[in-house]
């Protein structure tokens, strides 16, 4: 029997006149994160994605693996096509549900009938099929409140279709449809996170890693780009920036006060950041601050960072616990990489007592003792891989 997968849109089922360009949008990252699996017909009708696989040799399980880590759906689920004629369902039913009715003991059947022209209305669809269901299992009992396994058939314009309980998808809006922006990596566990949460709204990430050879190691970059490829499985492609770091900061430790060293190397990482994003067609940065986990994410802290760029700073991660962070990076497969003990820019040169609330004044008066063609010159050096 054919199958084909049915994708419930969610939030985008709320969308008003531009509605169709989400799910355009939609599609055409489904399509995408199919690649390489063989042909799809992808296409919109009655709040619903249909992908139909166009060949028999398709790996549908690893179609819906795959599918499972597209932003924008809310849900998804094989199911069986079959003709809108109760004597084509009722043949096809029993032996498409078999897998999933043997290890039930009790189920129940939903129908949902959008072809009005379809005889049997869904009471009397419901109540048929239960039966039929119920004569080849005869284990199985009825429960409409808890059932272990709920049958759907719902019969659409084209055919009727059977599936089990469904999966339930990434949510969120499809990646490209609120816009770019620039997220800056650490190589920690918040800012994979935060690059995540961002990419869920809707935003196409794109990163930008700070290195400092000879005190960060090439181990280092690789962590960022094995955590890049990791979030590719939910965001998509990603474009990552290296930018050196080294003189940058060698400045910053013969020129300014020790106890402000952190908040000064933020302030200049948030203006490559944003040179680069605007090189990208970005509208914001992206960070994985939460407020006072460390020295230079207080809130006097975050005030004087803010300051340094004008594009609006992101950071979604904002008001959550390690545990609440953790839990997310458990989730989309970044943890493990994320704790591996190669030390980034970040912790170079990190001062014994950083300053937790560094009034802005003196960071000004700090910095003009700096040269800032480094900036210009860190950005002319910035090095771009494509990962995912």
Do not use: W
């Given at each position: 029997?054919?199958?084909?997968?049915?994708?419930?849109?969610?939030?985008?089922?709320?969308?008003?006149?531009?509605?169709?360009?989400?799910?355009?949008?939609?599609?055409?990252?489904?399509?995408?994160?199919?690649?390489?699996?063989?042909?799809?017909?992808?296409?919109?009708?009655?709040?619903?994605?249909?992908?139909?696989?166009?060949?028999?040799?398709?790996?549908?399980?690893?179609?819906?693996?795959?599918?499972?880590?597209?932003?924008?759906?809310?849900?998804?689920?094989?199911?069986?096509?079959?003709?809108?004629?109760?004597?084509?369902?009722?043949?096809?039913?029993?032996?498409?549900?078999?897998?999933?009715?043997?290890?039930?003991?009790?189920?129940?059947?939903?129908?949902?009938?959008?072809?009005?022209?379809?005889?049997?209305?869904?009471?009397?669809?419901?109540?048929?099929?239960?039966?039929?269901?119920?004569?080849?299992?005869?284990?199985?009992?009825?429960?409409?409140?808890?059932?272990?396994?709920?049958?759907?058939?719902?019969?659409?314009?084209?055919?009727?279709?059977?599936?089990?309980?469904?999966?339930?998808?990434?949510?969120?809006?499809?990646?490209?449809?609120?816009?770019?922006?620039?997220?800056?990596?650490?190589g920690g566990i918040d800012s994979p996170v935060a690059g995540y949460m961002m990419a869920k709204r809707g935003l196409r990430v794109y990163a930008?890693?700070?290195?400092?050879?000879?005190?960060?190691?090439?181990?280092?970059?690789?962590?960022?780009?094995?955590?890049?490829?990791?979030?590719?499985?939910?965001?998509?492609?990603?474009?990552?920036?290296?930018?050196?770091?080294?003189?940058?900061?060698?400045?910053?430790?013969?020129?300014?006060?020790?106890?402000?060293?952190?908040?000064?190397?933020?302030?200049?990482?948030?203006?490559?950041?944003?040179?680069?994003?605007?090189?990208?067609?970005?509208?914001?940065?992206?960070?994985?601050?939460?407020?006072?986990?460390?020295?230079?994410?207080?809130?006097?802290?975050?005030?004087?960072?803010?300051?340094?760029?004008?594009?609006?700073?992101?950071?979604?991660?904002?008001?959550?616990?390690?545990?609440?962070?953790?839990?997310?990076?458990?989730?989309?497969?970044?943890?493990?990489?994320?704790?591996?003990?190669?030390?980034?820019?970040?912790?170079?040169?990190?001062?014994?007592?950083?300053?937790?609330?560094?009034?802005?004044?003196?960071?000004?008066?700090?910095?003009?003792?700096?040269?800032?063609?480094?900036?210009?010159?860190?950005?002319?050096?910035?090095?771009?891989?494509?990962?995912?």
């Amino acid at each position: 029997m054919d199958e084909l997968i049915l994708l419930k849109c969610g939030e985008l089922a709320l969308k008003g006149l531009n509605r169709r360009s989400f799910e355009d949008v939609l599609m055409k990252n489904c399509r995408r994160r199919l690649e390489g699996l063989g042909s799809f017909h992808i296409y919109s009708s009655q709040s619903t994605i249909y992908v139909e696989p166009q060949g028999a040799q398709i790996d549908l399980d690893e179609a819906v693996e795959r599918l499972l880590r597209v932003f924008g759906i809310a849900a998804l689920t094989r199911a069986g096509v079959m003709q809108k004629d109760f004597a084509d369902i009722r043949e096809k039913a029993v032996p498409y549900l078999e897998a999933a009715l043997a290890r039930a003991k009790t189920f129940k059947v939903e129908a949902k009938r959008s072809d009005k022209s379809f005889p049997m209305k869904s009471p009397e669809l419901c109540r048929e099929l239960g039966a039929v269901l119920l004569e080849a299992y005869p284990y199985l009992t009825v429960d409409v409140h808890h059932p272990d396994v709920t049958v759907y058939i719902e019969i659409r314009e084209r055919a009727a279709y059977l599936h089990t309980d469904q999966l339930p998808g990434a949510g969120g809006l499809p990646i490209g449809t609120s816009g770019n922006a620039m997220l800056l990596i650490s190589g920690g566990i918040d800012s994979p996170v935060a690059g995540y949460m961002m990419a869920k709204r809707g935003l196409r990430v794109y990163a930008v890693h700070f290195v400092s050879p000879p005190y960060t190691s090439e181990h280092a970059l690789e962590k960022v780009k094995t955590l890049c490829k990791r979030m590719s499985a939910y965001c998509g492609r990603i474009r990552l920036a290296v930018v050196p770091f080294t003189a940058l900061q060698e400045a910053i430790r013969d020129n300014c006060p020790e106890d402000l060293f952190t908040v000064i190397m933020r302030r200049y990482m948030m203006r490559i950041a944003e040179q680069l994003a605007k090189g990208s067609d970005c509208q914001a940065l992206i960070t994985g601050e939460s407020v006072a986990q460390v020295a230079s994410q207080t809130l006097h802290a975050i005030a004087c960072t803010d300051v340094a760029c004008e594009m609006p700073v992101l950071r979604p991660v904002i008001g959550m616990d390690k545990n609440e962070i953790v839990k997310i990076a458990y989730k989309i497969d970044t943890f493990e990489t994320s704790i591996l003990p190669y030390e980034d820019c970040c912790t170079v040169f990190t001062p014994k007592h950083p300053r937790t609330r560094p009034q802005l004044r003196y960071v000004l008066e700090a910095e003009k003792k700096m040269d800032e063609q480094l900036v210009q010159q860190a950005i002319a050096a910035t090095e771009y891989c494509v990962i995912g």
